[in-house]
C-alpha cells in the first residue's frame, strides 16, 4: 500500500483526499471528491481514503465497490420493494382458496388468472418470501448496507479521532462558515473559548491554535441505522430455517390424542371436546347478515384440549410417559401458549370420515341381496378382510383425500376428507381378485343428507367435494362393492407456531431508531480558531442545521471586534 506524506509530517494512506492531521488538501487526489471543481471542501467523510474510490483492479476489488455503491444499494431496496408489491397481487400458495379450482398451484395460477397466473406462478411470485431469488436478494442487500458501513464508518473514524486542532490555512479558508479579522486580543479569544464551553463545546488546543467540537456521536447515527437494518434482515434469513420459525398444523379429532407437530415429540394434545356456536337466526341484530351471507355464520369455535409433555420412561424400551401440562379453551382469539409454542384455533370440520362399511353384490343383479359385508376403520386399516361366506378383500390402494388429475389419482393430503379405495376382491374358491375402485364416497354422504364441508382458516384444509359407487377396473368383474354405511368424527383443525426472530426483530426496530433518533436531533457542529499574525481565522462546520451553528457563533463573538462569519455556500 501507498502512502501520502503530508508537509505537516503525517503519513496517510493512499487514497486520502485531506490530510488526517491538517486538513490540507492533497493535490492529486481532489477529484475524489470533487473537491477540484468546487471552492468548499467536501467534508462528508472528512477526506479520509476510502477502498471503494481507492483500489479498482482485482475481482475483490470490484465486488467491493460494486457493493458499497450508495446507487446500488437503493436500487436494490427499490426492487426488493418492487417484487414484494407484486407478490401481494395474487394470493401466495398458502393462501390458496380451499374452494379453487385445484390446490395445485401449477394449476390454479393458469386456470384462476389466464397467463398473468402462469407467468406469476413460474417466477416463483406463488412462494416470494422463501423463493431463493428473493431471499439471495435481501443477503445483497444485507451485504451491502456491511460494505457500505465498513466503507465508510473505518476511515471516517479513523480521521475524526486524529484530527488536531492545529489546522492548514487552506482548510480553514474552504470551510462554509468563514470570516477573517486581523487584530483580536487574547481576552477576546478567552471570552470566545468561555463562551464556547458553556454551550457545551469540547476545546482542544495546540500552539494557540483551537478546535470547538460537539454533537460528534450524531455522525454514527446512519451506521447505527445500518446495524438495526443488518439485524433485521438476518432475522427474516432466519425465518427460514426451522429452528428460528416454525408454522404448522394439525387435525385433532374429539377424543384423540396426537403429538404436536413440529415439538420433536415433545408436546401432545388431546381433545376432549369440540364447541361450535352459531348466530341466531331469529336475532334481529344479524337476521339482515346471514340472509346476505346465505350460510350459517359460527360467532365461536373452539376446543377444549389438555397439553402434556413427553418424557422418557424408566423402562427401557416402555412408551413416554405424558405429563400434563395444563387444560386450554383454544379459540379463535384466545390461543394457547406452551413455552415457545403457540396454539390457534384455525379451522374445524364437523364430519369427518371415520369408519365406512361395504357390501358385495352381483355385477349384473342390482335387486339381489348382499353377499357379504365388511368394515374399515379409516384410522386402524388393515390390509385384508376376510367374510364369513368366503370372500376376501384386500386393500390395494387407500387415498384418503383422492383427486382425479391428469397423472391418475392421488391424495392430496393425509387426512380423511375424500376417502378412496383401490379393491382386490377375490371370490369364494378363486385365486384370481376382481378390481374395483371404490371412490365418490361423499356423493353417498350426500345422499344421506349428511354435512361434509370443511372449515378451514388455513391452507392446508380441503373442502370435500362429492363421490361415486364403485368402478370396474377390468370391465370383466362379476361382483361390484358399495357403500353401505359412514361413521363420522368431528375434528379441529390447530396451528402451531413457533417465532423465535421476534426478538431479533425487536432489538434491530430499537437500535434502528437509536440510529435515527442520533442522528436527526444532534448535530455535528466544529469551530475552528486559526491565529493569523495579530488576528484570527475563524471558520465552523456542521454536518446539518446550519442555522443552528451561526446561531451558536453568534453568541460567542457577541461584545468583541472578532467578525462574524460569512457563508460561503456555493450556489
Request: with cysteine; hydrophobic share 35%; proline share 4%.
Amino acid at each position: 500500500m501507498k502512502h501520502i506524506k503530508c508537509e505537516c509530517g503525517h503519513v496517510n494512506p493512499e487514497g486520502t483526499v485531506l490530510c488526517e492531521a491538517c486538513g490540507k488538501p492533497i493535490d492529486i487526489n481532489q477529484h475524489i471528491d470533487g473537491n477540484d471543481k468546487k471552492k468548499l471542501l467536501n467534508m462528508r467523510y472528512e477526506g479520509s481514503a476510502r477502498r471503494s474510490t481507492t483500489y479498482n483492479k482485482t475481482v475483490i476489488d470490484k465486488v467491493w465497490n460494486f457493493f458499497s455503491s450508495v446507487k446500488v444499494a437503493v436500487w436494490l431496496i427499490v426492487i426488493a420493494l418492487v417484487a414484494s408489491g407484486i407478490g401481494t397481487i395474487l394470493p401466495l400458495e398458502q393462501y390458496i382458496p380451499a374452494d379453487a379450482v385445484s390446490r395445485d398451484p401449477a394449476i390454479f395460477y393458469k386456470e384462476t388468472y389466464g397467463l398473468f397466473g402462469q407467468i406469476y406462478y413460474q417466477l416463483g411470485f406463488h412462494r416470494l418470501y422463501s423463493s431463493w431469488w428473493y431471499l439471495i436478494l435481501i443477503a445483497a442487500i444485507g451485504v451491502s448496507l456491511v460494505i457500505c458501513s465498513i466503507d465508510r464508518f473505518v476511515p471516517l473514524y479513523r480521521a475524526l479521532k486524529r484530527q488536531r486542532a492545529k489546522r492548514h490555512e487552506s482548510f480553514i479558508n474552504r470551510q462554509r462558515f468563514y470570516s477573517e479579522t486581523e487584530t483580536v486580543s487574547m481576552e477576546e479569544v478567552e471570552i470566545v473559548k468561555e463562551r464556547l464551553k458553556k454551550q457545551r463545546y469540547r476545546i482542544k488546543e495546540e500552539d494557540g491554535h483551537i478546535v470547538a467540537e460537539k454533537g460528534r456521536f450524531s455522525r454514527w447515527g446512519p451506521y447505527v441505522n445500518h446495524i438495526g437494518l443488518i439485524i433485521i434482515l438476518i432475522a427474516a434469513l432466519l425465518r427460514t430455517t426451522s429452528f428460528f420459525y416454525l408454522e404448522d398444523y394439525v387435525w385433532v379429532r374429539e377424543g384423540e390424542t396426537r403429538v404436536i407437530p413440529g415439538t420433536g415429540g415433545e408436546y401432545y394434545i388431546e381433545n376432549h371436546e369440540f364447541i361450535l356456536d352459531t348466530y341466531d337466526e331469529n336475532d334481529e341484530r344479524f337476521q339482515e347478515a346471514l340472509q346476505l351471507e346465505g350460510r350459517v355464520i359460527p360467532s365461536n369455535f373452539q376446543t377444549n384440549a389438555t397439553i402434556y409433555h413427553a418424557e422418557e420412561s424408566e423402562v427401557l424400551g416402555a412408551e413416554e410417559d405424558l405429563i400434563k401440562v395444563d387444560e386450554y379453551e383454544i379459540s379463535m382469539n384466545n390461543p394457547a401458549k406452551i413455552g415457545s409454542y403457540t396454539i390457534y384455533q384455525q379451522g374445524y370440520q364437523l364430519n369427518e370420515f371415520s369408519k365406512m362399511t361395504f357390501k358385495i353384490y352381483e355385477m349384473n343383479d342390482p335387486d339381489a341381496e348382499a353377499l357379504g359385508e365388511f368394515s374399515i376403520n379409516l384410522f386402524d386399516l388393515q390390509t385384508k378382510y376376510e367374510l364369513e361366506n368366503g370372500f376376501t378383500v384386500e386393500v390395494v390402494e387407500y387415498y384418503p383425500d383422492y383427486e382425479l388429475t391428469n397423472e391418475g389419482v392421488k391424495s392430496e393430503t393425509n387426512e380423511s376428507n375424500n376417502p378412496a379405495f383401490v379393491f382386490n376382491l377375490y371370490p369364494p374358491d378363486s385365486e384370481e381378485p376382481e378390481i374395483s375402485f371404490v371412490g365418490d364416497v361423499i356423493g353417498s354422504a350426500e345422499d344421506l343428507g349428511i354435512d361434509t364441508n370443511v372449515v378451514d382458516l388455513q391452507p392446508m384444509g380441503h373442502v370435500v367435494g362429492s363421490f361415486a359407487p364403485s368402478i370396474d377396473a377390468t370391465g370383466e368383474n362379476q361382483y361390484r362393492i358399495l357403500i353401505d354405511n359412514i361413521e363420522f368424527d368431528r375434528k379441529s383443525g390447530l396451528s402451531i407456531k413457533r417465532d423465535n426472530t421476534l426478538p431479533l426483530f425487536m432489538i434491530g426496530a430499537i437500535i434502528f431508531m437509536i440510529g435515527v433518533i442520533q442522528g436527526m436531533y444532534w448535530q455535528h457542529r466544529r469551530v475552528w480558531i486559526h491565529p493569523k499574525h495579530n488576528g484570527i481565522l475563524l471558520a465552523g462546520h456542521t454536518n446539518k442545521n446550519w442555522y443552528g451553528l451561526k446561531k451558536d457563533i453568534e453568541k460567542i463573538l457577541e461584545d468583541t471586534n472578532i467578525n462574524m462569519v460569512q457563508d460561503q455556500k456555493e450556489d
